[in-house]
Structures are given as C-alpha cells and as structure tokens.
C-alpha cells in the first residue's frame, strides 16, 4: 500500500507526559500496524519541535515528527500525566488542539489528556473519562460534561477519552476493534501477551 493511502495515527509527546499513557496505546497499535500492514495504518510519535521528550518519571523518548511537519492525521491520541497542568493554561497549544478538532477526524486521549480537550472546550455536553484522581478536575473545568467515573474508556463517536495510565491499553484495543474488528484486536491483545491478572 502507498505511504499517501495509508491512515496515520500520531501520539502527542510532550514535557512529563506520562511515560504509559503513550507507551502503553503505541505498543498495542504498533504493533497491530506493523504485524497487519494490509489494514493500512500507520502509527508515529510527535513533540512540538521534533526532538525527544523527557517523560514525568524520566524515560526519553524520540519523536518521529514535529508539529510543524506533522501528516494529516484520521487519529489523534493525548496522553496525559503531569505535564498536562501548563496546557490547561496554555492557549496557544488549546488553540492547536481546537485546530486538530477541525481536521481530525476522531480524538482520542488518555488519563488526565481529556482535561486538555475540556479546557479546549471539545467535551461540552460529551460524556468523558479521566484519571479516577482528576474526574473532579474535569468536571470543574466544564461542569455540562457528563464524568463517566467508573468507565475504562468512553467512546462518543469522533471522540473517545479513557481513564488513568494502563486505561489507555484497553482503549487502543478497543480502537483497534472499531477500525479494523474485534478479530483483529483479539488477535493484537494474544500478540502482545495483555490478559490482566494483577498479584494484588
């Protein structure tokens, strides 16, 4: 398949994002479109000025584009993590976010990401999810959305939020299954070994 027929996915990485709430959805479509390219996905990595970015408990990652220089993309993923406190104040990254919202045709996030896109002012009148410690937050931030606390994930059509860190696991497979099948997500959850069966 061409490189220009191929449907993108980017991940956000930014200053003391949450090294799961990335890594954790990248392994699950990673290697979905590696592992099935006939699906015709691709997924990268991308930091407002390209270059690597050091996470909230300090693992460096590489960004494979820039803001600048970033494909078209069908899906946007915003994790979330600490380093998501200075864009609920930032407007000039809520304004990029409203602008992907205008291009983009389905937003997706992880853990406290979701509280970007209310302060961006995307989940009015939406049911969402966030980090079980931030659902308050959200619900200050624009109290018309409708807080899903006990939810893994929230799918709202163009719009799918998730709740904390390891959320953002079930929610990648869950995209998987609503781009491709259930088939296709069972067969990328067997790949990479995800069955849960925490020791405590």
Do not use: N
């Amino acid at each position: 398949m061409a490189q220009e027929d191929t449907r993108k996915i980017g991940i956000l990485l930014f200053p003391d994002v949450e090294e799961l709430d990335a890594i954790g959805p990248w392994e699950v479509l990673s290697y979905w479109t590696r592992t099935f390219p006939e699906d015709g996905w691709q997924v990268f990595c991308f930091s407002a000025d390209g270059k690597p970015v050091a996470c909230a408990k300090g693992l460096t990652v590489e960004a494979h584009h820039a803001m600048a220089d970033l494909p078209g993309l069908d899906v946007l993923l915003h994790p979330g993590g600490r380093g998501t406190r200075p864009h609920l104040e930032d407007e000039q990254h809520l304004e990029w976010v409203r602008s992907q919202r205008r291009s983009v045709p389905l937003m997706t996030s992880v853990c406290t990401g979701s509280l970007v896109y209310a302060a961006a002012g995307l989940l009015a009148g939406r049911p969402a999810t966030t980090h079980w410690a931030s659902l308050d937050r959200l619900a200050e931030l624009d109290p018309s959305i409708d807080v899903r606390p006990d939810e893994r994930f929230v799918d709202d059509g163009d719009m799918i939020t998730s709740a904390g860190i390891s959320a953002g696991i079930d929610m990648a497979l869950h995209l998987v299954a609503r781009l491709v099948s259930p088939e296709r997500a069972r067969q990328v959850r067997r790949g990479i070994q995800y069955d849960p069966q925490p020791p405590v």
